[in-house]
């Protein structure tokens, strides 16, 4: 079955850094587009970031355009999220989506799969 498995996250003060890392596997990663998403306690899930089919073409949130950066690899299966500057708004849950469809979608209902999450906390 498909299996999305996030890592990376932690504790981190007010303008450090974490990379994330979302490795994939029961699916053709290549001809999926992947997603960054995050929860906050208490509020809806939101639209991160996201990369198409060969990275070609990558969308981001407008909290976070120039301090997060997404890519990946489709020979290690496995998609990143470069994390700068980070705020203690950043805190959330980080969760990692795709899509069996090239292009760009900011809506989480498009995404087929999802991970568990990994928690991100910043703090002042």
């Known amino acids: 079955q498909v299996q999305l498995v996030e890592s990376g996250g932690g504790l981190v003060q007010a303008g450090g850094s974490l990379r994330l890392s979302c490795a994939a596997s029961?699916?053709?990663?290549?001809?999926?587009?992947m997603g960054w998403f995050r929860q906050a306690p208490g509020k809806e899930r939101e639209f991160v970031a996201t990369?198409?089919?060969?990275?070609?073409?990558?969308a981001y949130a407008d909290s976070v355009k120039g301090r997060f950066t997404i890519s990946r690899d489709n020979a290690k299966n496995t998609v990143y999220l470069q994390m700068n500057s980070l705020k203690p708004e950043d805190t959330a849950v980080y969760y990692c989506?795709?899509?069996?469809?090239?292009?760009?979608?900011?809506?989480?209902?498009?995404?087929?799969?999802w991970g568990q999450g990994t928690q991100v906390t910043v703090s002042s």
């Open positions: 990369i198409t089919l060969s990275g070609g073409t990558t």
């Open positions: 989506a795709a899509r069996k469809f090239a292009g760009v979608l900011t809506r989480s209902s498009g995404y087929d799969y």
């Open positions: 029961g699916l053709t990663f290549r001809s999926h587009s």
